[in-house]
């Protein structure tokens, strides 16, 4: 089992992760850090409650973390996750708890008492992550890798070309990648590749219960969104993409990269500007991910939920 921390802005493709990194046995998840993105940190907060209290996630630690990103403003993604940042199911009142209200302070002590280096899995703005890094100049040495999902080597989707997670705290993403610790980008290039069509969804269905219920009723809501904003004909559901490469470092083929974050663009603040041909001469300061199993993918995903209900079923 690896030990894992979770930071995320949950949201639809959040829970996911959520779900895979709770179930999967390769995985021990030591924490779930929240941090502002889809929605404002009390948002993603009490989403991050509402999913393991459905899916019966009692015995991980919930703590939140920055409220703003390093520099800039804050930017939301309403229009993709809703008001609630969890739109969709009609999610009971929480019962598991905030943990810590100080999430870098919870996670620099996680890391610090951690017999092994820990595997950070980012999915939400580098914000927590940024933070840690600069305020504890030791931590590296309790990290065996940090593995987001963020940045694209192609286009954006919070701008032409600057993906969310590092259009809303670039200068997060630039001490991250900046670090020197073992990075690796699940970018839009590859999560584009993990879409809940409808062969996914029946299978989901196939699980049935109320986690599998929600768990479609958030794939209807991000389903219309990525059709109404960009076309997309099912939802492409990013962020468990970066908790499958922890379980299986095969089911994403990689690229070792330069890769910097554009922080003074006109038109391109946020962007990744990912060197898959060496144009700069730099070294490389990442594994990118390029290409995606999605069938094993899925596999792992619906198996999740499965696994989530049948614990349920015997709590
Ligand atoms: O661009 C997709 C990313 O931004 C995902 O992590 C999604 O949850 C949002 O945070
Ligand atoms: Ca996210």
Redesign the pocket.
Known sequence: MKPVVLDC?P????AFAILLAAAHPAIRLLAISTVA??QTLAKTTLNARRVCTLAGITDVPIVSGQARPLVGPVEL?AD??GESGLDGPNFGPPSVPVTSTDGVGYLRELLRGSPEPVTVVA???LTNIAALLLSTPDVGRHIAEIVI??GSTERG??TPYA???IYADPEAAAVVFGSGLPVVMCG?NV?HQALAGAKVRRRIAEVGGPLAGACLELLDFFGDTYQRLWGFPAPPV??PVAVARVIDPGIVGCVPSRVDVELAGTHTRGATSVDLHRRTGLEPNALVATELDADRFWELMVDAIAVLTERGRAA
């Not at 949201?11 to 959040?14: A, L, N, V």
Request: no cysteine.
């Open positions: 802005d949201g639809h493709d959040d993105g889809n993604a993709v996750h999915v939400g703005p999902m963020g989707n919070s993906e969310f997670n839009l999560t990013h962020d």
